[in-house]
């Protein structure tokens, strides 16, 4: 069966600081990746999307970027934190073929910025 | 216009109560529709997926109205476990992979 990882689970960090956060599938190859953000009490917003490695779509423009190094790797990062960048950064993965495009999230990272 | 509009809730309904959430999105062109349930401080987890001729799961049932392009979830025998954030989720690959969330529409199920 399929899963997906997320770390770290929380994080502080200062203003200003840079930002890496991992994300991994297991069991399914070449499947479409997606980090959404999800800001307090709001909806989740969409922000990178991979259909390959080295391929990555940006929804929203920001101070964020995204890379795929590997089939089932995908991070995010930033080299400088903002206040705004707060927020709960949840990874997913749907499968490529099928056509039914659901999407299986991780646990998420809870992204304090002071 | 939203693309993805939910009703803002929140719902408060008792144990065994009969629960109607609604959803309407703007992309006639969109090809998917899912519902999922977010916990608090938890990710979201795909409820169902919601067929054209629409679709049941025990005491869940989904609906997809094309022309009127909306959906909806009904909850049947409300359980005090239900409550949580319900979320409609439209898909669309038209001009690019396009996935768009609900705000969200939050149920308590009281005792």
């Known amino acids: 069966s399929q899963t997906i990882h997320q770390w770290p689970a929380t994080l502080v960090q200062p203003v200003g600081s840079p930002l890496s956060l991992e994300c991994t599938v297991e069991?399914?190859?070449?499947?479409?990746l997606y980090w959404y953000r999800q800001a307090a009490g709001r909806g989740l917003q969409l922000l990178f999307y991979?259909?390959?490695?080295?391929?990555i779509s940006s929804e929203v423009p920001q101070n964020l970027s995204a890379s795929r190094p590997q089939d089932r790797q995908f991070i995010l990062s930033s080299k400088k934190l903002l206040l705004s960048d707060s927020g709960f950064y949840l990874c997913?993965?749907?499968?490529?073929?099928?056509?039914?495009?659901?999407?299986?999230f991780g646990p998420g990272t809870r992204l304090t910025v002071l | 216009r939203k693309e993805v509009e939910q009703d803002p809730g929140p719902f408060n309904v008792p144990e065994g109560a009969t629960v109607a959430f609604n959803c309407t999105y703007s992309?006639?062109?969109?090809?998917?529709f899912f519902w999922y349930r977010q916990d608090c401080r938890k990710e979201p987890k795909l409820l169902m997926s919601?067929?054209?001729s629409g679709n049941e799961d025990g005491r869940f049932t989904a609906q997809l109205n094309r022309a009127s392009q909306y959906i909806s979830l009904l909850i049947r025998d409300s359980k005090l476990s239900d409550s949580a954030t319900y979320l409609c989720?439209?898909?669309?690959?038209?001009?690019?992979?396009?996935?768009?969330f609900g705000a969200g529409t939050r149920l308590f199920v009281k005792a």
């Open positions: 069991g399914t190859s070449n499947p479409n």
């Open positions: 992309n006639s062109a969109s090809q998917s």
């Open positions: 997913a993965w749907s499968p490529i073929s099928g056509g039914g495009y659901e999407q299986f």
């Open positions: 989720v439209v898909f669309s690959n038209t001009g690019g992979f396009k996935t768009i």
């Open positions: 919601v067929y054209s």
């Open positions: 991979s259909v390959g490695i080295g391929q």
